[in-house]
């Protein structure tokens, strides 16, 4: 399939953005987060104002803020692999009347699996290079590979924070993955199986 549109679903910890950078890469598409959304058009006007306007007062950015960046991404596109996009219902009601997706898929991994491999994590404080204490080593613990940093856990990767994103995640997104399901668009990927396994499954599941 030339240039799909993907919108790739699934819980902190799943693995969407390695997924949605390699899917981006193979079928030559953008890869289009929110975070990069917001942050490439921070000034662009809405009628709700600008996005610079609630990340300099450190608020969230409300929902017809980020469908109009979104959409303006989206629209820029020839294809993409939207990844952190729909958050919640409304969101995923907005795309719906705005492009015709391909592919929607939903990585698949039990909570025990999610929680470790975000408890486990280790950022470089230096370079941000990420690691893991199980998967992911670094050739020397605790040091970067890439730059010799020191590898630090962050504060929201302890099991405390880990365990509220996930119960955040359920309340506002597991209804969007209900929502596609309904419409019978909905791909069920295993995302605990090996990164290229996981791969070749989404391959398979975009061009079937």
């Given at each position: 399939?030339?240039?799909?549109?993907?919108?790739?679903?699934?819980?902190?910890?799943?693995?969407k953005?390695?997924q949605?950078?390699k899917?981006?890469?193979?079928?030559?598409?953008?890869?289009?987060?929110t975070?990069?959304?917001?942050?490439?058009?921070?000034?662009m006007e809405?009628e709700?104002?600008?996005p610079?306007?609630?990340m300099d007062?450190?608020?969230?950015?409300p929902?017809?803020?980020v469908?109009?960046?979104v959409e303006?991404a989206?629209t820029e596109?020839?294809?993409?692999?939207?990844d952190g996009?729909?958050r919640?219902?409304?969101q995923?009601?907005?795309?719906?009347?705005?492009t015709?997706?391909?592919?929607?898929?939903?990585?698949?991994?039990?909570?025990g699996?999610?929680?470790?491999?975000?408890?486990?994590?280790?950022?470089c404080?230096?370079?941000?290079?990420?690691?893991?204490?199980?998967?992911d080593q670094p050739?020397?613990?605790g040091?970067?590979?890439?730059?010799?940093?020191?590898l630090?856990?962050?504060?929201?990767d302890?099991?405390?924070?880990?365990r509220?994103r996930?119960?955040?995640?359920?309340e506002?997104?597991?209804?969007?993955?209900?929502?596609?399901?309904?419409?019978?668009e909905l791909?069920?990927?295993d995302?605990?199986r090996?990164?290229?396994?996981?791969?070749?499954?989404l391959?398979?599941?975009?061009?079937?």
């Open positions: 399939m030339n240039q799909p549109k993907i919108l790739l679903l699934g819980p902190p910890g799943a693995g953005g390695t949605s950078k899917l981006a890469d193979h079928f030559d598409v953008d890869h289009v987060t975070g990069d959304a917001l942050r490439a058009n921070k000034d809405t709700h104002g600008t610079r306007e609630y007062a450190g608020e969230l950015v929902d017809p803020v469908n109009e960046i303006a989206l596109a020839d294809g993409f692999v939207l996009y729909p919640n219902l409304s995923a009601e907005y795309l719906d009347g705005i015709d997706l391909d592919a929607v898929i939903t990585l698949e991994v039990s909570r699996e999610l929680v470790e491999r975000l408890t486990g994590r280790r950022v404080e230096e370079c941000g290079a990420n690691f893991h204490v199980e998967f050739e020397t613990p040091v970067c590979d890439e730059c010799g940093g020191a630090i856990q962050r504060d929201d302890n099991e405390e924070t880990v509220e996930l119960r955040v995640f359920d506002n997104t597991q209804p969007v993955i209900d929502f596609y399901d309904e419409q019978g791909v069920r990927v995302g605990e090996t990164p290229d396994e996981v791969f070749e499954a391959q398979a599941a975009i061009e079937p």
